[in-house]
T-cell receptor, first 113, second 114 residues
Framework: KQEVTQIPAALSVPEGENLVLNCSFTDSAIYNLQWFRQDPGKGLTSLLLIQSSQREQTSGRLNASLDKSSGRSTLYIAASQPGDSATYLCAVSRDTGRRALTFGSGTRLQVQP | DGGITQSPKYLFRKEGQNVTLSCEQNLNHDAMYWYRQDPGQGLRLIYYSQIVNDFQKGDIAEGYSVSREKKESFPLTVTSAQKNPTAFYLC?????????????FGQGTRLTVV
């Protein structure tokens, strides 16, 4: 059974800092990996999708990498801003059968002005 | 605007009552999903459907039921058999094509037992 772990569970940084969020998964037979942002009481907003054949994806100040063989992904946020404060969730889907996502518990990020 | 609409935003259930959560999408996606989120936890899969008139149990299906009569709609019923239904419920959809399997989520329904 796939298990997804996110470290750290919570992170507080001053504005302007570069930061890295970590995600690990136990079964490397994945179809894709997706990073989401969740604001309190809201739904999930997709940030980046990495197909299993890809190594990284970039969108603005965000960069996500994938090392499928070691079961790891990182989300790099450059020049953090208070508006980046949210919970960041990592999720993976299987490469066969059920394609539904398996989620980590998230990293709660607070960027101090 | 294309997207996923969940309603209602807040829902209150009395003991022994069935309630139905609505999920509609206009993204022309084949696959739809229901997840449950409890405080401080990740999302857990309740049910999913990859095609009209077909659906499969997820990891925590007990006490829930679904239907998929139309491509754009995937309602979730929380039955009286679900003993701890208070949670945040999220609906999602995705395409089945290999080119783009990105999942999109609705804004959620917060269900509270009173």
């Amino acid at each position: 059974k796939q298990e997804v772990t996110q470290i750290p569970a919570a992170l507080s940084v001053p504005e302007g800092e570069n930061l890295v969020l970590n995600c690990s998964f136990t079964d490397s037979a994945i179809y894709n990996l997706q990073w989401f942002r969740q604001d309190p009481g809201k739904g999930l907003t997709s940030l980046l999708l990495i197909q299993s054949s890809q190594r990284e994806q970039t969108s603005g100040r965000l960069n996500a990498s994938l090392d499928k063989s070691s079961g790891r992904s990182t989300l790099y946020i450059a020049a953090s801003q208070p508006g980046d404060s949210a919970t960041y969730l990592c999720a993976v889907s299987r490469d066969t059968g059920r394609r539904a996502l398996t989620f980590g518990s998230g990293t709660r990020l607070q960027v101090q002005p | 605007d294309g997207g996923i609409t969940q309603s209602p935003k807040y829902l209150f259930r009395k003991e022994g009552q069935n309630v139905t959560l609505s999920c509609e999408q206009n993204l022309n996606h084949d696959a739809m999903y229901w997840y449950r989120q409890d405080p401080g936890q990740g999302l857990r899969l309740i049910y999913y459907s990859q095609i009209v008139n077909d659906f499969q149990k997820g990891d925590i299906a007990e006490g829930y039921s679904v239907s998929r009569e139309k491509k754009e709609s995937f309602p979730l019923t929380v039955t009286s058999a679900q003993k701890n239904p208070t949670a945040f419920y999220l609906c999602a959809s995705s395409s089945k094509t290999a080119a783009n399997t990105e999942a999109f989520f609705g804004q959620g329904t917060r269900l509270t037992v009173v």
